[in-house]
């Protein structure tokens, strides 16, 4: 499955911006889906995963109550709203698939990554 992820930009402390991630090349619904991010210097960080139907999702703490995961099956995308960000949620974005069930918080988990889009918010 190939993933292109998009939505990301520039923004103030405490804006919001929604990450997307398109899907395509496979069926979109038999995959668990996820975000990582990985700021400058520091390695790649789970931040939020959902199951392959929606019905569970699951959060980082740094981010929990902050940022929603969901997933249209029907537009191949899964989206990632974060709202109040902080200076320190820069990083490059990326949105993974997975074969696993459940909600994997593992990378070596996830089978397709896509790009990366980057998140720079300035305080």
């Known amino acids: 499955v190939q993933l292109q992820a998009s939505g990301g930009g520039l923004v103030q402390a405490g804006g919001s911006l929604r990450l997307s991630c398109a899907a395509s090349?496979?069926?979109?619904?038999?995959?668990?889906m996820g975000w990582f991010r990985q700021a400058p210097g520091k390695a790649r960080e789970f931040v939020a995963a959902?199951?392959?139907?929606?019905?569970?999702?699951h959060y980082a703490d740094s981010v929990k109550g902050r940022f929603t995961i969901s997933r249209d099956n029907a537009k191949n995308t899964v989206y990632l709203r974060m709202n109040s960000l902080k200076p320190e949620d820069t990083a490059v974005y990326y949105c993974?698939?997975?074969?696993?069930?459940?909600?994997?918080?593992?990378?070596?988990?996830?089978?397709?990554w896509g790009q990366g889009t980057l998140v720079t918010v300035s305080s």
């Open positions: 959902i199951m392959w139907n929606g019905g569970l999702t």
């Open positions: 993974a698939a997975s074969h696993t069930s459940g909600v994997p918080i593992v990378s070596a988990w996830y089978n397709y």
């Open positions: 090349g496979r069926t979109f619904s038999n995959y668990a």
